[in-house]
């Protein structure tokens, strides 16, 4: 659904490039063929029943799993080589369905957890305790302090996250993504366990995180209202191979996409 031509304004070049990826656990097909581009800036949907392989793309994007054929890169880089553990370094923040925080942590210390993956001094610096290090300790924890409160975490700064409603614990780990500076940001099931009031104040965020932080995003989201009123491009996929792709306007009424999840024909 992608349109071009030399009288249509030009499209920002493209940060994340997914080129034929495909996935197998055994006799098992998670991933087929699957390709898309998402553009600078641009905020992505990855919609799908159950089981259509969103976590899977997702897991492959963020190096937990290697995929058996195709190509992934970002920003004109292949991410094939790269391990998972420089991910946050390379550019690409991401939360989970599950959460993936310090339980028995503080909000203040898992957010800082997630300045670490932007150190530049050495193991001997820290050693020696030279000033670059103070210096640099110093940026992370007035990062991690302008996050926690841009978040409204202010007040639970110091609390264990054990302690904290879901909702709450979902900001924590956001926080903790935005804390590596990232400039694709992978979201995970946002939504999940959010209220009405809780999911319109998300989508609110998600556009000023955008626009504050010059992020572009990739989100899973069963959420139907939530995927149509940010995404500027959706990607559907359905057992693993993507069905449809487009404007939120265009993809909802996509034939294959009704199909997928009503069981029935438009």
Known sequence: MRHGGSGGRAQPAPLLEVHGVT????????LDDVSFDVAQGQICGLI??????????????????????????FAGQSMTRVARHRMAAVGIGRTFQNLALFRSLSVRSNVLVGTHSRRRTGFLAHALRLPAVGREEAAQARRA?????????????HVPVAELPFGTQKRVELARALAASPRLLLLDEPACGLNHQEVD?????????????????????????????????IVALNFGRKIAEGAPADVRRDPELVKAYLGAPA
Request: proline residues 1%; glycine residues 8%.
């Open 23 to 30: 996935l197998r656990f055994g006799g098992v097909v998670a």
């Open 48 to 73: 799908g029943p159950n089981g259509a392989g969103k976590t899977s793309l997702f897991n492959c994007l963020s190096r937990l799993y290697a995929c058996d054929a195709g190509e992934i890169r």
């Open 145 to 157: 302090d302008e996050l926690i409160e841009l978040l409204a975490l202010t007040d639970v700064a």
């Open 201 to 233: 104040q998300l989508a609110s965020l998600i556009r000023d995180l955008r626009r504050r932080f010059e992020l572009t995003v990739l989100l899973v989201e069963h959420h139907m209202g939530l995927v149509m009123a940010l995404a500027d491009n």
